[in-house]
């Protein structure tokens, strides 16, 4: 059982940046691959980035370039950086863990979730 705790979402005006942070209990974090998912009102929910168990790392096209993730397995915390923020990058950003190899982009893959933080870009 793993359970998930996003931190550091906020209001930040269009080019600034925010780190959001996801804090994991458990004690196999490391053999999680995770993701960060974001969704806006009226929205599906999408997938933003993730981070294999080796460290691969995956984006969706729109943040590549602004965004970056990393994680540290001797805090159980997975980090979102996300810079040169964009208006159409509000929304509800939720941390994601799946226990297999590679890096799921399908939502229904990942097997725990946090409650999610709000991230809010003004123009």
């Known amino acids: 059982q793993v359970q998930l705790v996003e931190s550091g979402g906020g209001l930040v005006q269009a080019g600034g940046s925010l780190r959001l942070s996801c804090a994991a209990s458990g004690r196999t974090f490391s053999t999680y691959a995770m993701a960060w998912f974001r969704q806006a009102p009226g929205k599906e929910r999408e997938f933003v980035a993730g981070?294999?168990?080796?460290?691969?790392?995956l984006f969706m096209d729109v943040v590549k370039g602004r965004f970056t993730i990393s994680r540290d397995n001797t805090k159980k915390t997975v980090y979102l950086q996300m810079n040169s923020l964009k208006p159409e990058d509000t929304a509800v950003y939720y941390c994601?863990?799946?226990?297999?190899?590679?890096?799921?982009?399908?939502?229904?893959?990942?097997?725990?979730w946090g409650q999610g933080t709000q991230v809010t870009v003004s123009s």
């Open positions: 981070l294999s168990r080796s460290g691969i790392a």
């Open positions: 994601a863990a799946a226990n297999v190899y590679g890096i799921p982009t399908l939502y229904a893959n990942y097997n725990y």
